[in-house]
């Protein structure tokens, strides 16, 4: 089932896009601020976001920017202030589109199915594959064929983001500010040993160490062409 995620503070406006979009077949989340917008989003995936721009916490502005280093879905955002200025700041900021709150839901409806978000009949399986390598996300854990690596809830964090950004390297910056909500200091290896541990358990499963790539200045890349048994593997 297609998931929407509404990031809005207003608590009758989630409640009644809740209500209106899951009569149209779509599993909904809602949360009232952005601090916790990057961490539902990385734990949750949706397929889109409903986001308002004016937040009690962080503007929706900052919080779009934050959310386009990792995730590429669509954004739209919603608004009382119809300014054709706040509307260029929105598509500025990586949104894909902008709906007035004051618009007929079925506007917003339609702006959802155009960015090719449509409701499913029936519910699919929550699995990110590659090849027989699978992100389970309720079980918080991989499986390589039927066999589980055994992450911990933060090593499954850290390798199913990086594995969703696999088109490039992911910096340490980035990695420590969207999960852990810091900034790297140049000296914490925190993101290296975990690291290291999910190589060890892709190496005990009889994975390639070279799925997890270390590239220079830059960070760490997911890569998966480098699936496959080890000569050692049993």
């Not at 390297?169 to 993101?191: F, H, N, P, T, W």
């Amino acid at each position: 089932m297609k998931e929407i995620l509404i990031i809005e503070d207003d608590s009758l406006v989630p409640v009644t896009l809740k209500s209106l979009l899951e009569k149209k077949g779509f599993q909904v989340k809602q949360i009232f601020n952005g601090s916790v917008a990057l961490r539902t989003v990385i734990n949750t995936f949706p397929d889109l976001i409903i986001l308002d721009i004016c937040l009690p916490d962080v503007s929706g502005y900052e919080v779009c920017k934050q959310l386009r280093e990792f995730y590429q879905r669509p954004i739209i955002f919603i608004t009382s202030d119809g300014n054709s200025d706040v509307e260029i700041k929105c598509f500025e900021v990586g949104g894909d589109d902008f709906v007035l709150k004051s618009a007929p839901f079925e506007v917003l409806f339609q702006r959802i199915k155009r960015l090719g978000v449509r409701p499913m009949k029936y519910q699919s399986v929550d699995t990110l594959s590659f090849g027989e390598l699978k992100f389970i996300p309720a079980s918080t854990d991989c499986f390589y064929k039927t066999k589980a690596l055994g992450l911990t809830q933060e090593e499954y964090e850290l390798f199913y983001f990086i594995a969703t950004r696999h088109e490039s390297a992911v910096s340490r910056q980035v990695i420590l500010k969207v999960l852990k909500g810091s900034d790297y200091d140049g000296v914490d290896r925190s993101i290296d040993i975990k690291i290291a541990r999910i190589r060890n358990k892709l190496k005990l499963a009889g994975l390639s160490e070279n799925i997890i790539l270390s590239v220079r200045s830059k960070g760490y890349q997911f890569c998966y062409v480098n699936i496959g048994e080890t000569t050692t593997a049993k």
